[in-house]
């Protein structure tokens, strides 16, 4: 088992910047990537960004490139998410996944993709 525990979420204006962050614990040695998906209200969920453990790939949505930044620290166990330049369209909850070396139902771009999951953290964007 892995125990996700994000961070960092609040409220911020529009053009501000915050990092969320999302520790991890427990068979990291099962894990061979990371995700960062949101849910605003009423909308589904949403793939942002991706990380993989070991060779530090990285991949986004369309609308967070250049904006967002995933990042991770290995000795941490913990992976970031940097959101700067920030937008009310960003507002919804954030939530941090892990993805085993053994998931071959999905890819990395879909929440079927990953088997563990963080409690969430909520990101409000004003304008």
């Known amino acids: 088992q892995v125990q996700l525990v994000e961070s960092g979420g609040g409220l911020v204006q529009a053009g501000g910047s915050l990092r969320l962050s999302c520790a991890a614990s427990?068979?990291?040695?099962?894990?061979?990537?990371m995700g960062w998906f949101r849910q605003a209200p009423g909308e589904e969920r949403e793939f942002v960004a991706a990380i993989t453990w070991s060779g530090g790939s990285t991949f986004y949505i369309d609308s967070v490139k250049g904006r967002f930044t995933i990042s991770r620290d290995n000795a941490k166990n913990t992976v970031y998410l940097q959101m700067s330049t920030l937008k009310p369209e960003d507002t919804a909850v954030y939530y941090c996944?892990?993805?085993?070396?053994?998931?071959?139902?999905?890819?990395?771009?879909?929440?079927?993709?990953?088997?563990?999951w963080g409690q969430g953290t909520q990101v409000t964007v004003s304008s």
């Open positions: 996944a892990a993805r085993r070396t053994t998931n071959y139902v999905a890819s990395l771009f879909s929440d079927r993709g990953y088997d563990y």
């Open positions: 427990g068979s990291i040695f099962s894990i061979n990537a």
